[in-house]
């Protein structure tokens, strides 16, 4: 069994000085992986994650230091029988972030796109695909909540969830 962080759009320290207590309890109940997908802000974000288990991310269209040049555009990870790809969904072709992400990762056969960027909690099956943004848990912009994402592989069992917070 697998259990993995999901979030996206963190902009830390300008939308947050810490990670929130919801997902440090997340964190310390443990995970096999945690998943950004963009818009860390800075290297300090990646560098907390990784004190709790592997970090998996992409840049956003916030990251400007040297650190972000590093960072991929995509990046493709297996979980199990899980292909699971990650963009920040802005780059690309299509009219809303969901179809930028949906094209810009297609070619690589993913059962899951792990997208960020619009701060929206979001999730639809297209085809045999899952598209999912997590939304963010320290800018939720108008959405009423913060959020994250939490993905549990059990076998050939997946359970993919919004966990939601004030």
Same mark, same amino acid.
């Given at each position: ?15 947050? !000085? ?15 992986? /945690? /998943?950004? =997908? ?8 990646? @560098? ?11 840049k956003g269209n916030v990251e400007k230091d040297e650190w972000a040049e590093q960072l991929p ?5 297996? =979980?199990?029988?899980?292909?699971? =790809? ?8 299509? !009219? ?11 070619? @690589? @056969?993913?059962?899951? /796109? ?11 099956? !297209? ?14 912009? !108008? ?13 050939? @069992? ?9």
């Amino acid at each position: 069994m697998k259990k993995i962080l999901i979030l996206s759009d963190t902009h830390m320290p300008q939308k947050g !000085r810490v990670l929130p207590d919801q997902i440090i309890s997340v964190l310390k109940e443990g995970v096999d992986y /945690i /998943i950004h =997908a963009g818009d860390w802000s800075e290297k300090s974000v990646y @560098e907390e994650l990784t004190l709790y288990a592997p970090v998996y991310g992409v840049k956003g269209n916030v990251e400007k230091d040297e650190w972000a040049e590093q960072l991929p555009e995509k990046e493709v990870l297996q =979980a199990e029988h899980l292909n699971i =790809a990650i963009v920040h969904g802005h780059l690309g072709k299509g !009219r809303t972030t969901p179809d930028r992400a949906f094209q810009l990762c297609i070619d @690589e @056969e993913p059962d899951l /796109i792990v997208f960020g960027h619009s701060h929206i909690p979001f999730m639809e099956k !297209r085809d045999r695909i899952i598209l999912f943004n997590p939304g963010s848990p320290t800018d939720k912009r !108008r959405q009423k909540e913060f959020s994250y994402g939490l993905l549990t592989i059990d076998a050939n @069992e997946i359970q993919l969830q919004h966990h939601y917070f004030t």
